[in-house]
């Protein structure tokens, strides 16, 4: 049951491809984790309303969420995980990290970009 579920600002709309880059988040899942072909889930929810704290209307966001079902060591969950941040941000390295906030929490510890 690997799931990863994404919700991006509206603005990203036209910029960043949703489906290539769940696409290639399907395809590190499955390269870097012990999981099934069948098994994996990626899905993207676009928020229409939402407000980055500088409340200038160009930033956006991005939030990546994954779950995983029990038994996968702690090692396979942070290759995974690693593995994922690592092609998000190759993905979205075009854009300003001013305009694209991305992070990325580690069993209760939170890495930014």
């Not at 995983?68 to 994922?84: M, N, P, Q």
């Amino acid at each position: 049951m690997p799931h990863l579920s994404i919700e991006y600002s509206a603005n990203l709309d036209g910029q960043v491809d949703m489906k290539a880059f769940c696409s290639l988040v399907a395809g590190i899942i499955l390269k870097n984790g012990p999981f099934e072909i069948g098994a994996v889930r990626v899905r993207a929810f676009r928020a229409d309303a939402w407000a980055v704290a500088d409340e200038l209307p160009e930033n956006g966001f991005l939030d990546m969420s994954f779950r995983i079902g029990k038994g996968r060591t702690a090692e396979e969950k942070e290759r995974v995980g690693a593995a994922i941040f690592a092609a998000a941000s190759d993905f979205l390295a075009p854009f300003s990290p001013h305009l694209i906030s991305l992070s990325r929490s580690k069993f209760g510890k939170s890495t930014r970009r």
